[in-house]
């Protein structure tokens, strides 16, 4: 491995490619730079400020970085992540680009790999029926459905 390749880290993201009609998800790994990674997130997230917030699945311990400031942009958001249970208040919204790593014992952010970017995209898988039944529910403010 060289030593650029060294310098890099695995990281999972999702980002949106929107439209007229709406917006497409896609997601999977990228490498970004150890060094660099706020810068990167950044660019890949698409805004100027970051936020993160833990979950675990598997066990595992993950951090998803999001736009901090998604609601102030005044452009259609869409949700992407929802973390928590489906009740009123109790779970955390994710909208638009978001970005996977995780942290070592001391705080610092780390990549994953790649059995846990599989995993990861079986959890998103599952979080997109989540999202739906959250909507179905009206936990976005829209009504209610049957």
Not at 76 to 99: R, V
Not at 112 to 117: D, V
Request: net charge negative; glycine share 8%; proline share 1%.
């Amino acid at each position: 491995m060289t030593e650029e390749n060294n310098n890099k880290m695995m990281v999972y993201t999702v980002e949106l490619i929107k439209g007229e009609s709406g917006a497409i998800r896609t997601s999977g790994i990228c490498h970004v730079s150890k060094d660099d990674f706020l810068h990167e997130a950044y660019d890949i997230i698409k805004c100027r400020f970051v936020d993160c917030r833990c979950f675990e699945y598997k066990g595992t311990k993950y951090d998803v970085w999001f736009d901090d400031e998604f609601l102030l942009k005044g452009e259609t958001i869409y949700p992407t992540l929802i973390l928590g249970d489906l009740e009123p208040d109790a779970f955390d919204l994710i909208c638009d680009n978001f970005i996977i790593t995780k942290s070592d014992e001391e705080g610092k952010t780390i990549g994953i790999t790649k059995e846990e970017a599989d995993d990861l995209a079986a959890f998103l898988r599952e979080n997109t029926q989540k999202l739906l039944q959250a909507n179905a529910k009206g936990l976005f403010g829209g009504k209610k459905s049957a």
